[in-house]
């Protein structure tokens, strides 16, 4: 995987992601979500639709059938 870089909230600079893990979140957005690796602090990052890894579409919410 590639390295990924975030701006660390603690350490108020841009950082390789530690440990990245690519992940799509509810809307269907891939981010990628790792640490810090001065301080440890979580970071995450959105990812462009280019470097976004072919994930599953989230099911949709069918209603319950009226029957």
């Given at each position: 995987m590639e390295e990924v870089k975030g701006y660390c909230m603690k350490c108020r600079t841009e950082r390789t992601v530690k440990d990245a893990q690519?992940?799509?979140t509810k809307n269907?957005?891939?981010?990628a979500q790792g640490t810090c690796?001065?301080?440890g602090t979580?970071?995450?990052?959105f990812?462009?639709?280019?470097?976004?890894?072919?994930t599953p579409d989230p099911a949709p919410d069918t209603p319950p059938s009226a029957a």
């Amino acid at each position: 995987m590639e390295e990924v870089k975030g701006y660390c909230m603690k350490c108020r600079t841009e950082r390789t992601v530690k440990d990245a893990q690519i992940i799509a979140t509810k809307n269907g957005r891939t981010a990628a979500q790792g640490t810090c690796p001065v301080c440890g602090t979580k970071m995450f990052k959105f990812l462009p639709k280019s470097k976004a890894v072919a994930t599953p579409d989230p099911a949709p919410d069918t209603p319950p059938s009226a029957a």
